[in-house]
Each structure stands twice: as C-alpha cells, then as structure tokens.
C-alpha cells in the first residue's frame, strides 16, 4: 500500500567516496591545508583510512555514534572524514559548550567515543560522570593512545 509520499532519493555518492575519487583522479593536488601541515588527495585518503581503522579498531561498529568536542582543524575534518568512511556517525559539539550544556549534549547524543581537542580536555572532564564508560580520545594530542592526528600524520609522514 502506498504511503502518498514520495520516495527518498538514493545516490551512489558518499563523503568517503567523493575522497576516494578525487585521491585517484588528482593524486598529487592539495586538498587541505591547516597550519604548517598540506594534504594532497591521496595524503588525505590514505589518512582518512587510518583514522577509520583507528576508530573501528576501538571497538566501534558501524551506526555508532562519535562525538566531536573541538575547534575547526584538519584533525576535526578527518574524524568527520574517517567517521563516514568507518559508517560511524559524526555528532559535532559546540566547543563553546560547558558544565550542563556540555553534558546534555554528551548523554542525549549517546556517543560510544567522544575525541577532544586538548585545550577543551579540563571541560569534558569537568562532565566524565556523564559520560563514564565512554571511550575517550584526542583529535590532536600525541600523548594520548587514541590520537585522530597521531593515526592520521603516521601515514602522512610516511609517505614524503
């Protein structure tokens, strides 16, 4: 029986995919730049590969929900980037958000891991009640285990 709506569109087109073509097509372009640090598109998809095995390797399954605790960086893009492509499911929050607002959005949200940048580290763990048994991580900060950047720039590095 039919609904009298229409039907969603599908397309063969996804985030990871729109990378992974643009990598094979235009290997050597730059895709990003942020700091001292330049991407090209197969840098950038080898990256997004990692961080996406990064965050499966976590223990994480697709549908799982990632949340984002940072500024804008290019460690921010491939924790978006390596969410889609691992079939995660990227909840940003607002780096501005402290103490109650900060711990509604990270219990209403549901997050199974929740990567911080490390100036906004104290924040989230002014809130880690709310999100006891959570998996923690950095987007950018080399002495901690689960490291978006340290995952990603491991093959960045290794390719140059």
């Known amino acids: 029986m039919a609904s009298g709506h229409a039907s969603a569109p599908v397309f063969a087109s996804t985030v990871g995919g729109v990378l992974?073509?643009?990598a094979r097509r235009t290997?050597?372009?730059l895709a990003l730049t942020f700091g001292e640090r330049n991407w090209s598109y197969a840098e950038l998809d080898?990256?997004?590969g990692k961080v996406a095995a990064g965050l499966l390797g976590l223990g994480l399954v697709r549908g799982d929900r990632v949340?984002?605790?940072g500024k804008n960086s290019d460690a921010y893009l491939l924790l978006y980037l390596g969410c889609a492509r691992a079939g995660l499911v990227h909840v940003p929050v607002n780096f501005n958000a402290r103490a109650s607002e900060l711990a509604y959005l990270l219990t209403q949200s549901e997050p199974a891991a929740v990567f911080c940048d490390p100036e906004l580290e104290e924040y989230a763990n002014a809130v880690a009640d709310a999100t006891r048994g959570v998996r923690r991580g950095s987007l950018r900060d080399e002495r901690v285990e689960h490291n978006v950047l340290g995952w990603a720039t491991a093959v960045f590095l290794s390719s140059r």
Do not use: D, I, L
């Open 27 to 29: 290997p050597n372009r």
């Open 67 to 69: 949340a984002a605790f």
């Open 46 to 48: 080898r990256a997004v």
């Open 20 to 22: 992974g073509r643009s």
